[in-house]
Nanobody, 123 residues
Framework: QVQLVESGGGLVQAGGSLSVSCAAS????????IAWFRQAPGKEREFVAS????????YYADSVKGRFTISRDNAKNTVWLQMNSLNPEDTAVYYC????????????????WGQGTQVTVSS
């Protein structure tokens, strides 16, 4: 099992950048695929990006492709989501999640979740 803690959220102006991180406990972090999801008020949780166990493969939602970058450092037990060219539609609570399977897009596939970090983009 793994424990996940997100951090780095905050307020940023439209067009700006922000990086959020997901710190994991334990020594088995490297076996998990990791994904970022986000949820805005009154909306369902949606997939943002995912990365496989080695960091060699990534997948992005069309809405963030070209603007966001997911990366990981298994030696540091950390996953990052670098967010550039932010717009107000990116405002949401961002969650990281882990699965021992493939880097799925469905939240139902993920077994472990962090508490979330708020990202607010002003116009």
């Amino acid at each position: 099992q793994v424990q996940l803690v997100e951090s780095g959220g905050g307020l940023v102006q439209a067009g700006g950048s922000l990086s959020v991180s997901c710190a994991a406990s334990g020594r088995t972090f490297s076996i998990y695929a990791i994904a970022w999801f986000r949820q805005a008020p009154g909306k369902e949780r949606e997939f943002v990006a995912s990365i496989n166990w080695s960091g060699g493969s990534t997948y992005y939602a069309d809405s963030v492709k070209g603007r966001f970058t997911i990366s990981r450092d298994n030696a540091k037990n950390t996953v990052w989501l670098q967010m550039n060219s932010l717009n107000p539609e990116d405002t949401a609570v961002y969650y990281c999640a882990a699965t021992r399977g493939n880097y799925y897009q469905s939240a139902l596939r993920y077994d472990f979740w962090g508490q979330g970090t708020q990202v607010t983009v002003s116009s």
